[in-house]
């Protein structure tokens, strides 16, 4: 584990467990803003199971969300990882300082190297820029969300910047949405029922950006809508994981390339690509404040 910090925020981020951010706490108060270890920490195989392993903290998932099958060749005929690969094995640190730490890894289903630099850019704003590489001969689709389960006790509110805001479910239900109405509740600031998770998706937002209100701080994503341009959003009252007595509440806000967790879920178009030798490139902010 390494430590990154500013005046405000302590970061641990765990290069060998899939490069995820374990923990984000404020140093003033010891207030631990993501779901703790709910396992001992260890390297996921390539091939391993992401859900016997601890689940905890901020992942990012690429090339997928969802377990299932790529949709181009010559890839149509492997099984891609629940929670995608990064997820898995170990990221080689390239540079580590106090305030930032630079990882890579190279994709083992797809021909491309990743590059994740996670980093302060003041007291109270990290920031993570990422870059996939295309090694390979044709170009390829993938997916991107970011995974930061975040631990909400009782109250909160989300915040979306106004627009024509969609709600779509996933898997999906067939129904249409308008955020924040979604199955008789408002999820802007009322919970799911207890003991169940949702996932939906938010497009036809008009600003990069998204805030989580809790009863002493807020929590804002940016991002840029031209490469993140929606907002995924994973509601969890007790309901995960499933069998009762290790269940936890939180809330993943989870800004995205495309309103799926599956590659085959949707029409080509809505999911970005890198051409061969080419290169995708976005980066996303998270500001804590104290409200």
Same mark, same amino acid.
């Given at each position: 584990?390494?430590?990154? =910090?500013?005046?405000?925020? @302590?970061? *641990? !981020? &765990?290069?060998?467990?899939?490069?995820? #951010?374990?923990?984000?706490?404020?140093?003033?108060?010891?207030?631990?803003?993501?779901?703790?270890?709910?396992?001992?920490?260890?390297?996921?195989?390539?091939?391993?199971?992401?859900?016997?392993?601890?689940?905890?903290?901020?992942?990012?998932?690429?090339?997928?969300?969802?377990?299932?099958?790529?949709?181009?060749?010559?890839?149509?005929?492997?099984?891609?990882?629940?929670?995608? =690969?990064?997820?898995?094995? @170990?990221? *080689? !640190? &390239?540079?580590?300082?106090?305030?930032? #730490?630079?990882?890579?890894?190279?994709?083992?289903?797809?021909?491309?190297?990743?590059?994740?630099?996670?980093?302060?850019?003041?007291?109270?704003?990290?920031?993570?820029?990422?870059?996939?590489?295309?090694?390979?001969?044709?170009?390829?689709?993938?997916?991107?969300?970011?995974?930061?389960?975040?631990?909400?006790?009782?109250?909160?509110?989300?915040?979306?910047?106004?627009?024509?805001?969609?709600?779509?479910?996933?898997?999906?239900?067939?129904?249409?949405?308008?955020?924040?109405?979604?199955?008789?509740?408002?999820?802007?600031?009322?919970?799911?029922?207890?003991?169940?998770?949702?996932?939906?998706?938010?497009?036809?937002?008009?600003?990069?950006?998204?805030?989580?209100?809790?009863?002493?701080?807020?929590?804002?994503?940016?991002?840029?809508?031209?490469?993140?341009?929606?907002?995924?959003?994973?509601?969890?009252?007790?309901?995960?994981?499933?069998?009762?007595?290790?269940?936890?509440?939180?809330?993943?806000?989870?800004?995205?390339?495309?309103?799926?967790?599956?590659?085959?879920?949707?029409?080509?178009?809505?999911?970005?690509?890198?051409?061969?030798?080419?290169?995708?490139?976005?980066?996303?902010?998270?500001?804590?404040?104290?409200?």
């Amino acid at each position: 584990m390494l430590v990154i =910090e500013s005046e405000k925020l @302590a970061v *641990e !981020v &765990l290069p060998e467990v899939g490069g995820k #951010i374990g923990q984000i706490r404020e140093k003033i108060s010891g207030r631990s803003f993501l779901v703790p270890p709910q396992r001992p920490y260890c390297t996921i195989p390539v091939d391993g199971d992401w859900l016997k392993h601890d689940i905890s903290g901020m992942d990012d998932c690429f090339p997928n969300v969802a377990a299932g099958q790529h949709p181009d060749a010559p890839w149509n005929d492997v099984r891609l990882l629940d929670l995608g =690969e990064w997820t898995h094995g @170990a990221w *080689e !640190v &390239l540079k580590f300082a106090s305030t930032d #730490i630079v990882m890579t890894m190279m994709g083992t289903v797809l021909p491309y190297t990743a590059t994740k630099t996670i980093r302060f850019v003041n007291d109270d704003t990290l920031e993570i820029d990422y870059v996939v590489e295309n090694h390979g001969d044709t170009s390829f689709h993938y997916l991107w969300s970011a995974h930061p389960l975040i631990s909400v006790a009782e109250d909160f509110e989300l915040r979306i910047p106004q627009g024509k805001l969609n709600v779509r479910v996933f898997p999906p239900d067939g129904f249409r949405h308008n955020w924040p109405m979604c199955r008789g509740v408002r999820l802007s600031d009322e919970w799911i029922p207890r003991h169940t998770t949702l996932k939906v998706f938010i497009t036809g937002i008009s600003e990069g950006w998204c805030t989580l209100l809790l009863p002493a701080h807020r929590l804002k994503f940016t991002f840029d809508l031209e490469t993140a341009p929606v907002v995924g959003v994973w509601f969890n009252n007790f309901g995960f994981p499933s069998g009762g007595k290790e269940a936890f509440r939180c809330i993943a806000i989870e800004p995205c390339t495309s309103p799926s967790d599956l590659l085959d879920d949707l029409p080509a178009a809505a999911y970005p690509s890198i051409e061969a030798g080419g290169r995708a490139q976005w980066k996303m902010q998270l500001q804590i404040l104290r409200r």
